[in-house]
């Protein structure tokens, strides 16, 4: 399944939650926060949301600063 996460077109097996997405791309400790198609999905959901194809990803981090 192509997904577009953070702008760039990813591969993905069919049926991967979102959870699962996170941690195939090595990045399960930084991320805090997604946007499906500009809408939130909680984390505690992630495990049951599962894109569709040509969905659009957004993976934030927060990053501290002042």
Same mark, same amino acid.
């Given at each position: 399944?192509? !997904?577009?996460?953070? &702008?760039?077109?990813?591969?993905?097996?069919?049926?991967?939650?979102?959870?699962?997405?996170?941690? =195939? !791309?090595?990045?399960?400790? %930084?991320?805090?926060?997604?946007?499906? =198609?500009? @809408?939130?999905?909680?984390?505690?959901?992630?495990? %049951?949301?599962?894109?569709?194809? =040509? @969905?659009?990803?957004? !993976? !934030?981090?927060?990053? &501290? &600063? &002042?």
């Amino acid at each position: 399944m192509k !997904l577009i996460i953070n &702008g760039e077109d990813k591969i993905f097996e069919d049926n991967m939650n979102l959870k699962e997405i996170i941690i =195939n !791309l090595k990045i399960e400790d %930084k991320v805090m926060a997604v946007a499906v =198609n500009m @809408d939130v999905v909680k984390k505690e959901n992630w495990e %049951k949301f599962v894109p569709k194809e =040509n @969905d659009k990803i957004e !993976l !934030l981090q927060f990053v &501290g &600063g &002042g």
